[in-house]
Every structure is written in C-alpha cells, then in structure tokens.
C-alpha cells in the first residue's frame, strides 16, 4: 500500500512539475515587463491568466518565454492580446512543415516570427535579409493572415480586481478601490 502511495505522489510530481515550471517562468517574465514598462506594472502583474500555453511545446523555456514577453509587452502597449504571437505562428509553421513542404513565403515567416520570438536563440539564416527584400509584402500580409487565423478570442485580460495585495503583500495597486489602505480582501 505504501509502495502503491509512493507511485502515486512520484506520477502526480511528474505531471505537475512542467506546470509549476511555467508559472514561475511566467512570473519571471511579468517581472522583467513590470521593469521594461514601469508604468503598466499594475496591469502586468494581474495579466498571469493571458499567459495560458497554447501548446505542449511551450514546455520548452525559451519558446514559453517568447510567447509571454510578446503578450505582455502588447498589454504594456494597450494592444489586442487575441493574435497569435510570433511563437504560436512559428510552432504552426513547423507541424504544418510535417506534413508539406513550405513555401518561400511561408518559410520567410517562420524565420521573421523566430527572430521576434527568440532573439536570443538564434538559427543560422543567410538569406533571410535576400528573402526579406524579394518577398518582403507577402510576409506582411502572411503575418497578418496567420496572426487573424490562429488567434485566440478568449485571450482578453478582462476586469481586473485588486484586494491591494500582490503575492501576500500589500500594494498601492491602481486596481484596489482602497490602494493605500492594502486591505487584504483576496
């Protein structure tokens, strides 16, 4: 019996820990927007529900992260988190690539959105510039098409409430009716 619980914990402990690794990923990353955009911080921080995966390859940090940095820097910006974000188009592109191949314009936007999504992971692409030059406007109107395709309607921040509390601590958050009472209300 003791043996069979010990299983148990150790399958739930596997199953769990991706999850827990993208929610402090995902607070890292409303940190490091919080910095970038100081003046948002208060709708960064309550904007953790936006940052849902949309697939199992965002167990992949830098993937993850690239998702999250797009969606926040466009609530910092005040523009519609619904469009797909460079990595929901890149990870489409390469499942699609499975089963066909791309297209010269198709593959100038997989290197286009890799480049938005992960600077920081850089793949070898010569003629991406030469790409850019001759297909440049058929990029843009793909990006355009994908990023309306595979959008999310469900991905809205919506009403924001605030206890005046972030992670147990009080806050003069701009969402608390009181901010600078720090009720603990939540």
């Known amino acids: 019996m003791f043996t069979e619980l010990t299983d148990l914990i ?3 402990h596997r199953e769990l820990a991706p999850v827990f690794d993208m929610m402090e990923w995902a607070e890292d990353e409303i940190s490091a ?8 911080a208060d709708t960064l921080h309550h904007s953790f529900a936006l940052l849902t995966p949309t697939s199992d390859r965002m167990r992949t940090e830098f993937v993850y992260r690239g998702h999250a ?7 910092a910006q005040g523009e519609d988190t619904r469009p797909a974000t460079a990595a929901e188009i890149v990870l489409a592109f390469c499942h699609a690539s499975q089963t066909a191949p791309l297209n ?7 290197f286009r959105m890799w480049q938005e999504a992960f600077p920081d992971t850089p793949v070898d692409i ?3 510039e030469h790409r850019e030059q001759l ?16 959008a999310d309607s469900s ?6 409430e605030c206890g005046g509390w972030h992670h147990g601590e009080p806050v003069a958050c701009s969402y608390a009716p009181y901010p600078h009472l720090g009720q603990n209300t939540a």
């Open 69 to 75: 940095r797009e969606l926040l820097d466009r609530v």
């Open 155 to 160: 991905r809205v921040l919506g009403t924001i």
């Open 126 to 128: 010569d003629d991406q």
């Open 10 to 12: 150790d399958d739930v």
């Open 104 to 110: 010269t314009t198709a593959t100038g936007l997989v």
């Open 33 to 40: 927007a919080r910095r970038r955009h100081p003046a948002h």
């Open 135 to 150: 297909y440049g406007s058929s990029i843009d109107d793909a990006e355009a098409d994908t990023r309306a395709r595979l």
